[in-house]
């Protein structure tokens, strides 16, 4: 069984927000709504460096474990979900999460069916409805991972940085590109802000 | 929620400082973040508008998920830029559903940036202008296509009566597919003006000129896919992390295969922080670092020697101005020091094949021709022309940008580059099948010579420059070499705040007798002046709502599906140009050979009609047929070589990119990299252009002893004619209708194709042989030389390298350089002031300030500002602040304080617009037709300059003072 | 001698308290999920078929690998 995850290969993200703007697009994300987001560290000197971030789809996942009415399970891939039927909208799991990756749309913003109900990345999975369905659509998005597809983000990266899909697979691509690179420093001052060799 | 304890684990390192840096950089600032929050109160604002009802209506209308047997899929293109990524769009009913990536795509792998993962909004269109509307005593008021068509035809027939065709300008645009360009620049002839322009003037025009007149043909040699060869890659005024994103997709492929990367530019941009070398140097002294490394390469001999002495003439007069260019002198003038410009030079000596990438940084100063052309004589001087990996990989722009100008919606040209001679004219003239006296009929007559004019003709001088559309208006009518100034201006698909000088420009503007804008968009043209009438806007489609062809910036053309029905009221480009010609009277004339249906040109027959006349630079085998063969095979197509590897394509490149030889029937391959001697020139070979005569001086301007692999003639030799085939003894080879329209024509203007057929048949490439010329002497310098900036910072440096003297007649205007010079204003405005790209936004930035999902990411105009400026003039970040420039035009922006940039140099964005010196006019655009985001064009406060041969607009290095708001 | 101890005393005792709660745990506390209680997901059966499993590692070699 595969184990949904992301990574984003931080010598090559651009921080052009491709990633950013296809999840907006997939899944009709309101403004003000960021499943996804890219932090840059260092912005605009030498050993700048970006990655994208979402929902990082916890094996134990905290914000399931903080969530006073238990609305989070996660698929057998590894896909960390939540039924917006049932959540309250508490912001408990903003708390818990590691990453800020729960979302709360204000509440004139009625496009996701409940107000103010936590949003967040679904690793294009959907939600609990009856899979392509419109009421699925409206609460959490595409279900692409039902079609037979991978994230939209991950499958339109601008440099094919962020990958997403089952953990093996995924760190076998990246082994092979840091065996490519040679331990050679990509990030412009980055042997000089860190030391060669870091 | 149990809250049951479950385990202690010993956590065993220190969590890790992320980014903290030794020296505290980890606390530099994020632009975006810093917006974010910056933006927070425009952001509510928008929001509000957007949310209700706007939003939720239309996501009831495309809520439905995007599979099904009732879903189709069109392959398209994304819009955004040059890259030319394609898309596959999922329609279900005429709505546009889903958006899918492209894997199969040899250029783009699925891949896109921001604005390309967001194009389906351009299916909702929300923001879009949607009826053609009429300013009535300042109000906008919807009127009918007929009405607008006529009244506007009406007044400028009136105008045309009054002032001669001249005095309406015809502005088009990188967003028409080939077809509409090409017509549009046929509608102008017909209507009888030069004065037709778009934005490649303000964009790559000095490339094209420079490359142009070095070696032939003005395009990027080679492929964003080739640099995948390269051993280095070296990146000058070009910041392709935002401005060409997928194509980092191909450097930083390379870089993981060993590739080099060598960055410079004045900013560390977001390109430069993934390079290998960064090279920091003062905006407008591209010369002395170039030049700075090629004193290295000669002073080590790490030059090619055999490429020069085969194929290249007149490095040695090159040379004599490269040893002016000792270490201190480039140090003194762009602040690189000996030690970097050794290592950059080194760097690109020791890997090679490598490519040379510049991009507006290089083209946007008075003395761009030079730096573009200085680029060419670096890669000459390392043998890495004509090379897989190698080549000057310009990125252009705007998605069509190229085909465009291509096609000719240019001032100075027709299509294919034939130039406006009487000879241009006639070929033109017999492709359309039209009468040559008929049409010059048509244009003015008189010469103007005391105004500076040449004295040819009006149909044989260039036209104004939209860089200079202002003077048009303003100039004085006694210094322009035409009967009266610009009265009306036409603005199809051309956004104004692209565009320098804005107080004059709002002055023109509010002159013009007549404003037309045509766009998706109503643009900043509807809103920036106090007009109250005379003034239109027209809705175009978006290419969603069309088909046709658009050429990506490796000369590869791609056919696009039509996704949508054009949205609202408005209409595909190619209609309104017929709706226009109609009521001239001149449709029968612009579609004599094209059929029309209902108002609708067919595409098909205009790529037919051009595939007749494009023979220069090869526009004439990519039939409508094979086009579309490639449109469906994308994935046979190599993504490194470009190649098919079986399949209806096999063995053909990519998009057949020009020049594609000879008629459809010929089947050509297309060049994938030029002046490439390892290839049959059947085959995609070829080698220098013979553009300049056989001989210079007494030197042989001929290539010696290369040539591409098969030529049966071993040599460098003429461009190929009826006679010279005749010499041969070849004629005979031509059929005899073939030769029926052969007979005494030059290769370009044998309307059979059967010279370039049979010249390419001997294995020879037909505009001849030559070698690249490192001496333009047709140009103001013939050897690129360094110039100060008409605005500087370095006054000191002004009397060793000053500008040029003052022009009359220059592109029908007065052009001022040395008396702009003249005064010293570093002591008022001490910044330099450099603008440049966001990766969110596009252009003028209409479009894409429109699209929601773009916009939420960039709320804020904002310039960066060094902490050490910004502390001089008590600035803190996030703060407003007033930047002003030397001519007085001053924007009320974000200061964003960042290392990105030097002391002493401030960035701006260009894309913003909406805001005028400090005032929102949102309320100005018609109702529900505003971007969402709006903020002041940083060209509002730049300033004079304008290129020494194409009139390109300086806007990379002018001055400014910044103070707190 | 005895005052001057307890000047500097004071402080230390004052620093001592003022530090209370200034320290990071290494131990991290993690808890037990409760039982979901919304609907449940017709893809979580779906995604136990391995032709399911199959079409995404399809997918991923199409999409994710440099070619
Ligand atoms: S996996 Fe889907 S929902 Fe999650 S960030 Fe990516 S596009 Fe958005
Ligand atoms: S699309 Fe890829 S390269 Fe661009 S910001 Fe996202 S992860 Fe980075
Ligand atoms: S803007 Fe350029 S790089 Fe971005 S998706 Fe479009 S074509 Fe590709």
């Known amino acids: ?198 | 929620m149990k809250l049951i304890k479950k385990s202690h684990t010993e956590q065993t390192a220190e969590a890790p400082s992320a980014g903290r840096g030794a020296d505290g950089k980890g606390v530099s600032l994020n632009r975006r973040a810093f917006l974010r929050n910056a933006g927070l109160t425009v952001g509510g604002v928008t929001l509000a508008s957007q949310m209700v009802p706007g939003l939720v209506r239309k996501s009831e209308a495309a809520t439905t998920v995007a599979v099904g047997d009732d879903v189709e899929t069109k392959r398209t293109i994304c819009g955004h830029c040059s890259v030319g990524c394609g898309i596959y769009a999922k329609v279900r009913d005429g709505v546009w559903v889903g958006q899918e990536p492209a894997f199969d795509h040899p250029f783009n792998l699925g891949a896109h940036c921001a604005k390309g993962a967001a194009v389906r909004d351009h299916g909702h269109g929300e923001r879009r202008l949607k009826y053609p509307m009429k300013m009535v005593d300042g109000k906008w008021k919807r009127i009918s296509w007929d009405q607008a068509i006529d009244e506007i035809g009406d007044k400028m027939m009136e105008i045309r009566e009054a002032s001669g065709p001249d005095s309406v300008y015809w502005l088009g645009s990188a967003k028409f597919n080939n077809e509409q360009a090409y017509l549009f620049r046929k509608m102008a002839a017909l209507w009888g003006s030069n004065n037709v322009d778009h934005q490649a003037r303000i964009c790559h025009s000095t490339t094209v000129a420079g490359v142009a007149n070095t070696w032939g043909y003005g395009a990027m040699t080679n492929s964003y896919n080739d640099m995948l060869n390269s051993k280095a890659i070296l990146i000058i005024g070009g910041n392709p992390a935002e401005a060409h994103p997928v194509s980092m997709m191909f450097t930083l492929r390379a870089k993981e295969q060993g590739a080099k990367l060598l960055v410079i530019d004045p900013r560390f941009t977001r390109t430069a922080a993934h390079a290998d070398q960064f090279v920091r140097l003062r905006p407008g002294s591209d010369i002395a670092v170039v030049y700075g490394m090629m004193w290295h390469i000669f002073e080590n001999g790490w030059e090619d020697k055999e490429f020069l002495e085969q194929r290249v003439w007149g490095m040695d007069q090159v040379l004599e101005e490269v040893a002016r260019w000792t270490p201190d002198e480039v140090e003194r003038v762009s602040g690189v020091d000996r030690e970097t410009c050794y290592n950059a030079a080194k760097l690109m000596a020791d890997n090679r094949p490598g490519t040379f990438v510049w991009c507006m940084g290089g083209t946007q100063h008075t003395v761009g021709n030079n730096f573009t052309r200085a680029y060419c004589h670096f890669q000459l001087a390392l043998g890495n022309m004509g090379k897989a990996g190698g080549g000057t990989n310009i990125f252009r722009g705007h998605d069509n940008v190229q085909g465009a100008t291509d096609f000719g919606v240019l001032s100075d040209n027709l299509p294919g580059y034939y130039g406006l001679s009487e000879g241009a004219w006639r070929h033109w003239a017999a492709v359309w099948d039209l009468d040559y006296d008929e049409m010059a009929a048509r244009f003015g007559q008189e010469t103007y010579e005391e105004r500076g004019g040449s004295g040819s003709k009006p149909m044989n001088t260039s036209g104004i420059p939209v860089s200079r559309w202002i003077d048009g208006v303003l100039e004085d009518r006694e210094q322009i070499v035409q009967p009266d100034n610009l009265r009306a201006m036409v603005f199809w698909g051309h956004a104004p705040n692209s565009q320098v000088r804005g107080p004059e420009m709002k002055k023109a503007f509010e002159k013009l007798d007549l404003l037309v804008v045509v766009d998706p968009f109503p643009t900043v043209s509807a809103v920036m002046h106090d007009r109250k009438d005379n003034t239109y806007l027209l809705p175009a489609t978006t290419q969603f709502e069309t088909y046709g062809s658009v050429t990506a910036s490796n000369r590869s053309i791609q056919w696009r599906d039509k996704v949508i029905e054009p949205l609202f009221d408005s209409r595909p480009d190619h209609v309104i140009i017929y709706k226009f010609a109609k009521k001239f009277g001149i449709a029968d004339d612009l579609t004599k050979n094209i059929q029309v249906n209902g108002e609708e040109p067919l595409i098909e027959d205009i790529v037919r009609e051009y595939n007749k006349g494009m023979w220069t630079i090869g526009y004439s085998g990519q039939s409508p047929e094979r086009l579309k063969d490639h449109q469906k095979n994308w994935h046979t197509f190599n993504t490194t070589t470009l190649l098919a590897e079986g399949g209806p394509a096999h063995d053909e490149f990519y998009g057949l990119p020009w020049p594609c030889w000879g008629t459809p029937e010929f089947k050509h391959p297309g060049t994938a990299n030029l002046y490439d001697t390892s290839l049959p020139v059947a085959k995609g070979g070829l080698n220098f252009r013979e553009n300049f005569g056989t001989e210079r001086d007494g030197d042989n301007l001929l290539a010696e002893g290369s040539y591409p692999v098969g030529a049966e003639i071993q040599d460098g030799h003429p461009r190929f004619s009826a006679d010279l085939l005749k010499q041969l003894g070849w004629w005979d080879d031509l059929t005899d209708e073939e030769k029926v329209l052969a007979e005494g024509k030059p290769w370009h203007l044998d309307r059979s194709g059967g010279i370039i057929r049979v010249a390419i048949e001997h294995g020879c490439a037909p505009f001849g042989n030559a070698k690249a010329r490192c001496v333009a002497w047709n140009f103001p310098d013939p050897v690129p030389i360094h110039r100060e900036p008409l605005y500087t910072t370095r006054y000191d440096l002004v009397e060793k390298y000053p500008t040029y003297e003052d022009r009359r007649g220059f592109f029908r205007l007065p052009t001022r350089y040395a008396s702009v010079q003249a005064k010293d204003y570093s002591n008022d405005y001490p910044l330099i002031h450099t603008s440049g790209r966001l990766v969110e936004y596009e252009g003028g930035g209409d479009e894409t300030r429109s699209n929601p999902w773009l916009a939420e990411l960039q709320q804020e105009m904002f310039a960066e500002i060094h902490p050490v400026d910004a502390n001089n003039a008590g600035i803190r970040d996030g703060q407003d602040i007033w930047l002003e420039g030397p001519e007085g035009g001053r924007i009320r922006i974000k200061a964003m304080v960042t290392r990105r940039v030097e002391p002493g140099v401030v960035f701006t964005p260009f894309h913003f617009g909406g805001h005028f010196q400090g005032k929102d006019l949102r309320a100005n655009y018609p109702e529900g037709s505003d971007p969402f985001v709006l903020g002041e064009a940083c060209n509002t406060a730049f300033t004079y300059g304008y290129d020494s041969v194409t009139a390109m607009q300086e806007t990379k290095c002018s001055l400014c003072r910044i103070q707190p708001a | 001698m005895k005052t001057r101890f307890l000047f500097a005393a004071i402080p230390l005792v004052a620093l001592l308290f003022l530090l209370t709660g200034c320290y990071e745990s290494r131990d991290v506390t993690m808890h037990d999920a409760g039982v979901y209680k919304g609907k449940t997901d017709p893809l979580v059966e779906m995604s136990a078929d391995p032709a399911y499993q199959e079409r995404l590692q399809e997918r991923f070699l199409m999409v994710q690998t440099d070619r």
């Open chain 1, 1 to 198: 069984m595969a184990k949904m995850k992301f990574l984003c290969d931080a010598e090559r993200c651009i921080e052009c927000n491709g990633c950013v703007t296809a999840c907006k697009n997939a899944n009709e994300v309101p403004w003000g709504v960021n499943r996804r987001r890219v932090v840059t560290l260092n912005d605009g000197v030498p050993g700048e460096k970006s990655i994208s971030v979402a929902c990082m789809h916890c094996t134990d996942a905290p914000c399931a474990a903080v969530c006073p009415v238990d609305c989070f399970y996660t698929t057998a891939d590894g896909v960390v979900l939540h039924d917006k039927d049932l959540c309250i909208g508490c912001g408990y799991c903003f708390y818990a999460c590691p990453f800020g990756a729960p979302q709360y749309p204000s509440p004139q913003q009625r496009v996701f069916a409940v107000r103010g109900k936590m949003d967040k990345c679904t690793f294009c999975a959907g939600g609990p409805e009856e899979v392509g369905s419109k009421a699925e659509f409206d609460k959490y998005g595409a279900n692409r991972l039902a079609e037979g597809k991978l994230p939209a983000c991950a499958e339109m990266c601008a440099t094919k940085a962020l990958l997403a899909g089952d953990g093996d697979m995924l760190a076998d691509i990246y082994r092979k590109r840091v065996m490519r690179r040679a331990g050679r420093p990509e990030t412009w001052g980055w042997d000089k802000a860190y030391g060669a060799g870091v």
